[in-house]
């Protein structure tokens, strides 16, 4: 028999309506006949324009093409691929939070970075020094819709340190920062950062493991946000107004330590229990097994003992040579991550909660998990 060419139909059926897709849009960035659109606004997920073939066929894939499922970092045997392609091997069990060269503490030295920034404002600093020095023309990041006070997180296209600090902060909504991707292209960016959390992270690894298309060759430098649930934009009215009071188009910024924590334009601050906002958790988000980004040059995130301080794991030798340039330029400052070993705990605590939602059904690599100390 031929061998298999898997397409839309096939992740049609075993990602996007399986409850695997996480909405990355990778797919649609590949599809080179303009057949899938995204839903930004609802679902959050791909979804089929032609009538040909239907909404769960493709006959583009039926004479051949499979870029959709090449570029999907959630299709069959995806982790060791990437892990193959990007690290020479696949992880271990112990690597619950992926493969890395160098755990550390990291922050912004430009105190307006880290005014604007989130947890000390790396990412930010990253962006603006990777932008002065040629490493990207542009950046893939989220930006808040019109003025802000709707809290409804979009993709979009930062190419100076004015935009990078215009989008600085995080939303806890779900933006698919890959659609900014033509818009770089437009421009004529030939080097593109994608900032994005885990999901995300992994598109423009999978797409050069697997040759999907020529997509993957622009991308750069790649920077992926700890992320354990993203929530629907459902959870503004219905419980920080509903239950709390909290108008969103009051609030100027927002952070998760445990409890969500809230910052309101009149100068005061709230918490609301983690717990209460489950509810809220957006669908693609609950199967995810991936906290770490382990698939990114460099993955970041704010947890920990300390507010100003980004735990930051290196994994490639573009992240590595990143930071080091960083360092040099004195445009960030370094700790090492066992000064706060809790950080390093959580991080593993987290990584393996996440592993454990992926379904038995699926392929089995990411539940690989080290056995519990005193098991």
């Not at 006949?33 to 493709?58: F, I, M, Q």
């Not at 600093?125 to 990777?130: E, K, V």
């Not at 030939?190 to 993957?216: D, F």
Request: hydrophobic share 40%; with cysteine.
């Amino acid at each position: 028999m031929p061998p298999e060419k898997p397409h839309w139909a096939h992740l049609f059926r075993e990602v996007v309506t399986s409850g695997l897709c996480t909405g990355c849009a990778g797919c649609v960035l590949a599809c080179p006949y303009d057949v899938l659109k995204y839903d930004h606004t609802d679902t959050y997920r791909p979804w089929k324009v032609e009538e040909a073939g239907g909404s769960d066929n493709c006959t583009h894939g039926e004479r051949g093409c499979t870029l959709c499922t090449r570029a999907c970092p959630r299709f069959r045997a995806w982790e060791p691929e990437i892990d193959t392609a990007l690290f020479g091997r696949p992880r271990e069990a112990a690597e619950v939070e992926g493969i890395s060269k160098d755990i550390v503490l990291a922050r912004a030295t430009d105190p307006a970075v880290q005014e604007v920034g989130q947890d000390g404002g790396l990412v930010s600093a990253m962006l603006i020094w990777a932008l002065e020095n040629g490493v990207i023309d542009a950046a893939l990041v989220s930006y808040l819709e019109g003025d802000g006070r709707s809290w409804k997180a979009v993709p979009g296209l930062a190419r100076t340190r004015e935009e990078v600090l215009a989008g600085a902060g995080s939303r806890y909504t779900y933006s698919a920062n890959t659609l900014a991707y033509p818009d770089a292209v437009a421009a004529g960016c030939e080097r593109i950062g994608l900032v994005g959390m885990s999901c995300q992270a992994s598109v423009p690894p999978v797409m050069s493991a697997r040759r999907a298309g020529k997509v993957a060759r622009r991308f750069a430098l790649n920077i992926g946000l700890l992320c354990s649930k993203t929530f629907e934009d459902s959870i503004f009215p219905e419980l920080f107004e509903g239950r709390y009071g909290l108008a969103r188009q009051d609030m100027v910024k927002m952070n998760i330590k445990g409890v969500i924590q809230i910052w309101m334009r009149d100068g005061s601050y709230h918490e609301v229990p983690l717990k209460e906002a489950h509810a809220w958790t957006r669908e693609g988000c609950k199967a995810c097994p991936d906290f770490a980004a382990e698939h990114a040059d460099i993955s970041t995130g704010g947890i920990g003992a300390f507010n100003d301080w980004t735990l930051t794991l290196v994994r490639t030798d573009r992240g590595r040579e990143v930071m080091e340039g960083m360092l040099a330029d004195k445009a960030i400052e370094v700790r090492p991550g066992d000064d706060d070993p809790g950080a390093i705990a959580l991080l593993r605590k987290l990584s393996r909660s996440s592993r454990r939602r992926w379904p038995e059904t699926a392929v089995p690599e990411p539940r690989l998990l080290p056995p519990r100390v005193g098991a």
